[in-house]
């Protein structure tokens, strides 16, 4: 199943950074093309260690079926892939 990833960074509050807006001169908040959640995991941690990013700039990175749009899941700053809960049926359901 063909994956996107987002690719994206914010300033870290702890370091006196704007948490709002990316870290200056890296690029920031675009989807990247994946075979698979191997491949997502990579595009990640190149990411951060291209970017040299710390714990506090990251935002987990959605991960979406490229043909769905669906979320699958996310990945953490050490590259674990999380897959995203059912969602709870309504109350009363």
Known sequence: M???????NVGNPDHRQDPGRPLYGTRSGYWVEVADIEAASKACRDYIAENDLG???WP??????VETDEV???ISYNGRFWEKEP???APGM
């Open 2 to 8: 063909p994956l996107k990833v987002l690719l994206s």
């Open 55 to 57: 714990g506090g700039n």
């Open 60 to 65: 987990h990175a959605e991960v979406r079926d």
């Open 72 to 74: 699958v899941g996310h």
């Open 87 to 89: 969602s709870a049926p």
